[in-house]
Structures are given as structure tokens and as C-alpha cells.
């Protein structure tokens, strides 16, 4: 079974500083994908971030970026610059086939004025 | 493109009681849905895969005659909880996959709906 790890239950950074998260995951299979998603206080789910697993360019969106590593199973993603905005829970995501996201269990990051 | 609502936003009833909860994706079909359970500070569980046009498909431990999926047409899937007690409070969300050019199909979220039972 697909698994996804985050290992860092609380981040805490002042504000214009980068930070970066981690994730690892672990599956046997070839082609997959990978996705960061942020849950701030309103509690509504926002893909900050997706990488298709046969692409070995890092995805990047604005001030997001991930670190893709394949053969160590490891996905992290950085932000720059943050903001206060960037207060949220963050969930890496794992899908595959069927389609039923594998999240983990999420890191909450605050950003500090 | 890609949004997806959900109704109520929150509700409170009684304990014995059922309460409704909708999601519609607003701008594009979903064949598939899917029903999310979250405790605080906790990751989002997977309840139930809704199937348009068949039965709902629930994930391990869940129990379809308390958590009641519909997924009436395209664009909408119903999660009812029968029999409400107050163990059964907590953020519920729904999710659609949406096929994004060139990709896999993404999940897009709906807000959520906060269900208190008394």
C-alpha cells in the first residue's frame, strides 16, 4: 500500500524568509503523481502544487517549487519569500490508477510578521 | 474552472436526527466523488467513493447504512448521515477529480461542512 510521510508536524518562519517542507512516500509503482496541498484556517483545500512522476523537471508555481527525487522517494516543497498569507496546513498528496489521493499527515507552518 | 460547492457550510441538529450534505461541481462533470472525514489537526480520512450511476464504494470501517452516498447526476453527490449521534461531529469534505490539459486528473475540494450534532 501507498504511504506518505511528513515528518515536521510544525514549522514556524518569519515572514520573507523561504522554508522548506518535507515528504516521502513510498510505492512500487512506475508512473504516478505527486501533489501540495494547503488548508488554511478556513479549512478550504488549495492545490498549491502538482508533478507528474516521468517528469524530472521540478514543478514550480510562482514562489512554490518542489524538490523531485525519484529514486529516494522524496518530494518536498519550497516557498519563497513567504508571506503571512502562507499560514496554512499543508498535506502532501500521493495518486495512482484509481484515482483515491493518499495524503500525509500534513504540516502545520506558520509565518510570522 | 474546476470549483467545486458544498451545502450546508455548517449544520447543527439534534442527536437522532439525518442531515443532508451536498457537493456540486459547478463547471465540469464528475463521474466520481469523493467524501472526506477531518478531525482537528488531523489529515483528511477518505469515507467514500461516489459512483454516478451506481452504488457508492466505501473505504474500510465506514458504515454505508449510517454515511448514505447518492451521486444523482454529474454534477452532484449527496452524503447523508442517518441517525446522527454526537460521535459523529467533524469536517466533512467532498472532492472531484478534474482533468487538467496535458495531466492526470486533479482533485479539487470542496469547503467543507462542519456538522455538530447536540
Keep these: ?113 | 474552472g474546476a470549483v467545486v460547492s458544498q451545502h450546508p457550510s455548517w449544520v447543527i441538529c439534534k442527536s437522532g436526527t439525518s442531515v443532508k450534505i451536498e457537493c456540486r461541481s459547478l463547471d465540469f462533470q464528475a463521474t466520481t466523488m469523493f467524501w472526506y472525514r477531518q478531525f482537528p489537526k488531523q489529515s483528511l480520512m477518505l469515507m467514500a467513493t461516489s459512483n454516478e450511476g451506481s452504488k457508492a464504494t466505501y473505504e474500510q470501517g465506514v458504515e454505508k447504512d449510517k454515511f448514505l452516498i447518492n451521486h444523482a447526476s454529474l454534477t452532484l453527490s449527496t452524503l447523508t448521515v442517518t441517525s446522527a449521534h454526537p460521535e459523529d461531529s467533524s469536517f466533512y469534505i467532498c472532492s472531484a477529480p478534474f482533468l487538467l490539459a496535458g495531466s492526470t486528473d486533479t482533485q479539487y475540494f470542496g469547503p467543507g461542512t462542519r456538522l455538530t450534532v447536540l
Design chain 1, 1 to 113: 500500500a501507498q504511504t506518505v510521510t511528513q515528518s515536521q508536524p510544525e514549522m514556524s518562519v518569519q515572514e520573507a524568509e523561504t522554508v522548506t517542507l518535507s515528504c516521502t512516500y513510498d510505492t512500487s509503482e512506475n508512473n504516478y503523481y505527486l501533489f501540495w496541498y494547503k488548508q488554511p484556517p478556513s479549512r478550504q483545500m488549495i492545490l498549491v502544487i502538482r508533478q507528474e512522476a516521468y517528469k524530472q523537471q521540478n514543478a514550480t508555481e510562482n514562489r512554490f517549487s518542489v524538490n523531485f527525487q525519484k529514486a529516494a522517494k522524496s518530494f518536498s516543497l519550497k516557498i519563497s519569500d513567504s508571506q503571512l498569507g502562507d499560514t496554512a496546513m499543508y498535506f502532501c498528496a500521493f495518486i495512482q490508477g484509481a484515482q483515491k489521493l493518499v495524503f500525509g499527515q500534513g504540516t502545520r507552518l506558520t509565518i510570522n510578521p
